[in-house]
């Protein structure tokens, strides 16, 4: 599982670039497909430590979103 935290952790660094070069459509499409597989990473955890990287990078992906679309609710709340 480490390859997989290895791939979103560049994952994540390419959607930080696009908002950094005001690229916000593209850095949006990036975050769908990186929540995407961390959703498949979530189904197919076993182990506490695999977990609590996953929430980590649900809260960063969460922060990146606000960044992205403003100050709006990401829960949907």
């Given at each position: 599982m480490n390859t997989k935290f290895e791939d979103l952790k560049a994952s994540v660094q390419e959607i930080i670039d696009l908002i950094a070069?005001?690229?916000?459509?593209?850095?949006?499409?990036?975050?769908?497909e990186v929540?995407?597989?961390l959703d498949e990473l979530l189904?197919?955890?076993e182990e506490d430590e695999d977990l609590r990287e996953i929430s980590r990078y649900q809260v960063l992906l969460n922060?990146?979103?606000?960044?992205?679309?403003?100050e709006e609710?990401?829960?949907g709340e």
């Open positions: 070069a005001k690229n916000n459509r593209e850095a949006n499409n990036k975050l769908l929540n995407e597989t189904d197919h955890a922060q990146l979103h606000v960044k992205i679309n403003g609710e990401v829960d």
